[in-house]
């Protein structure tokens, strides 16, 4: 069974930082395509951003410049670096595991920011 856990979301002002971390518990971890995405409040979720596993990356337009996905596959554990933080980041955030053909949740953390 994968089970993908996220942590290190919170409060935070805006123009600070905070890093999101999905640990995955199987090892199809070092073959997916790992992404994070996001849900505000009457809105639809969306991609903030994917890495594969070849490493190539993608990233939402309203977050490029200012979020860094990263993997580490010897801990089977991908983050996401947010900076300069705005108050329209304010979503719970969801790590997702694409996996041949199969796509993987975790429960979601919460970020809020503040103006």
């Known amino acids: 069974q994968v089970q993908l856990v996220e942590s290190g979301g919170g409060l935070v002002q805006a123009g600070g930082s905070l890093r999101l971390s999905c640990a995955v518990s199987?090892?199809?971890?070092?073959?997916?395509?790992m992404g994070w995405y996001r849900q505000a409040p009457g809105k639809q979720r969306e991609l903030v951003a994917q890495l594969t596993r070849r490493g190539s990356t993608d990233y939402a337009d309203s977050v490029k410049g200012r979020f860094i996905i990263s993997r580490d596959n010897a801990k089977n554990t991908v983050y996401l670096q947010m900076n300069s933080l705005k108050p329209e980041d304010t979503a719970v955030y969801f790590c997702?595991?694409?996996?041949?053909?199969?796509?993987?949740w975790g429960q979601g953390t919460q970020v809020t920011v503040s103006s």
């Open positions: 997702n595991a694409a996996y041949y053909g199969a796509t993987y």
């Open positions: 199987t090892s199809i971890f070092s073959s997916a395509t």
